[in-house]
């Protein structure tokens, strides 16, 4: 068991964002690249949005592990709902203030006031789609003011069009959407992670028909993928331990494909 | 932990939901053309009897012209009795006395068979059963029958007669012997040989009626002395035969 060929890209498809596992695909790259030039424009709000599962917490991430070494750069990746706590907690996290008490919007652009960055400190908020409207009026204030520069993540959902929220409809200069993958760029993003981390028996296995039907069954959704894979490689894992013959090393099975799928529960058998 | 046994049973069950479609999709193809083939078949099957029922009607069809052709067929009256208790009895049925009159037509209607089953000797008895019908005719029909009830044979012979006085055609003549010797006026048919071989004594069957009507009526001797005179004359095979079979004594 300690030597199957299996556990590692087990774990290389664990869903954790991790700055270090981001994967380039040329779209994605493309896009990042947009993001991280707008970044540097004088604009208020840069809005990241797109289906669940498209790659809009890690290309957050990403931004904040590459500027962080430049520039102020506060991360909320766990909504603060509360308004007080928000308030409070970037007083703390972008000018240093410690204070357990709650501070209001005034004293918190007095503060910002007082501190003088060379550039502007970015905060980046993850799934804002969670936030109050309270609080997105008071993100508002704070923007215009120039105070900080957010970049928020929402998810697009059939039922609403995001842009066309009234919170952001007029105060968002840039705005990016990131779309599901292809199959090549699933294939890309597959083979691409399991050679970094020197899995070149098993990514040789993934030929395009797989892909094929990996695509299909995650609708190019990044999680998903990552499920269907992690579930995948456990499969062929029990296989190399119980019955070695069932597995061809040269091509994953789609019925094994298709197993992964049900237990994951993409596939409703 | 992977439940693999678990999940494998559960990735058959979703090949199997998953591959019914298809099944049901072969299955119609292979279906198709076999259900077409066994429609053709039994539409193959079905239009003999079409035919049949066509030829059936083709050789049915014919049967009343002989009867308007014949002239002794009496089918326009029989039709008229055979509708009315029909409507009698559609239009009258609360009514006791129309039920009667319809129950006697019915009745009456059963004794008279039909007359295109009838040979032509019985239509005589069929003018008598008429009148009887008649009466009760009569009243529940607004129209009057067009049918004339009669012997038309009579009729006809009794016209033909009417004619040879006036024209003494002997063909006519010999017509009216032989339909007299025919239905066994043999007296008749005596007179009429008679007078067409005084008007032409050439006619070989006028002879022969003549000598075959005095046998019938028992003047042997006198038809055996009128066909060695007409032997004599025209040396007539026909008349020889009868002479010879005369003298024999098994004349008919």
């Known amino acids: ?269 | 932990m992977l439940d693999i046994p678990s999940l494998e049973r559960r990735w058959l069950k979703y090949k199997i939901k998953r591959s019914l479609p298809y099944i049901a999709l072969v299955i119609a193809i292979l279906m198709i053309p076999s259900i077409i083939i066994i429609s053709l078949k039994t539409n193959n099957n079905a239009v003999p009897p079409q035919t049949d029922k066509k030829i059936i009607q083709k050789k049915v069809q014919p049967m009343p012209t002989p009867i308007n052709e014949a002239p002794m067929v009496l089918e326009p009256s029989m039709q008229f009795v055979q509708s009315l208790p029909l409507s009698t009895s559609a239009t009258t049925v609360s009514s006791p006395s129309a039920l009667k009159t319809s129950t006697k037509i019915a009745t009456s209607q059963k004794s008279i068979p039909s007359l295109t089953t009838l040979p032509s000797s019985q239509t005589k008895q069929m003018t008598t059963s008429l009148p009887v019908i008649a009466p009760i005719i009569q009243p529940s029909s607004t129209n009057k029958p067009s049918t004339i009830n009669r012997d038309t044979a009579a009729f006809d012979i009794h016209e033909i007669e009417e004619r040879f006085k006036n024209n003494s055609n002997p063909h006519l003549g010999l017509y009216i012997a032989r339909y007299h010797y025919d239905h066994g006026n043999y007296s008749e048919a005596y007179n009429y040989a008679l007078k067409t071989n005084a008007i032409n004594n050439t006619i070989e069957e006028s002879w022969l009626i003549f000598a075959k009507s005095l046998i019938k009526l028992g003047k042997t001797d006198q038809a055996k002395k009128t066909l060695q005179l007409y032997i004599s004359q025209s040396n007539s095979d026909s008349a020889r035969s009868l002479l010879e079979s005369l003298e024999k004594g098994d004349s008919k």
């Open chain 1, 1 to 269: 068991m300690e030597h199957s060929l299996f556990l590692k890209p087990k774990e290389l498809f664990i869903d954790v964002v991790n700055p270090r596992d981001y994967v380039q695909i040329d779209s994605v790259s493309h896009m990042y690249q947009n993001l991280k030039t707008s970044v540097q424009k004088p604009l208020k709000m840069i809005l990241l949005y797109g289906r669940p599962g498209t790659g809009k917490s890690m290309l957050l991430h990403k931004l904040h592990h590459d500027l962080s070494k430049h520039q102020k750069v506060f991360m909320v990746d766990i909504p603060i709902i509360d308004e007080d706590d928000f308030l409070r907690v970037l007083a703390q996290k972008i000018y240093g203030y410690v204070n357990r008490e709650a501070i209001t919007l005034t004293y918190f652009l007095e503060l910002a006031s007082a501190v003088n960055y060379p550039q502007t400190p970015i905060v980046l908020l993850d799934e804002a789609q969670l936030y109050s409207s309270a609080l997105m009026e008071k993100i508002r204030l704070i923007s215009d003011a120039r105070a900080l520069k957010f970049v928020i993540t929402l998810h697009k959902t059939d039922d609403e069009d995001i842009i066309a929220k009234e919170h952001f409809q007029t105060r968002i200069w840039e705005s990016i959407e990131l779309q599901n993958a292809t199959p090549d760029e699933l294939k890309i993003y597959i083979q691409k992670k399991l050679l970094k981390s020197n899995c070149f028996d098993v990514a040789n296995m993934i030929n395009d028909k797989n892909i094929k039907i990996i695509s299909k069954l995650t609708k190019g959704n990044y999680r998903n993928a990552n499920k269907l894979m992690f579930s995948l490689f456990s499969l062929y894992a029990w296989f190399e331990e119980h019955n070695p013959r069932k597995i061809n090393y040269n091509a994953l099975k789609p019925k094994y494909i298709e197993m992964a799928a049900i237990h994951t529960g993409l596939i409703r058998a």
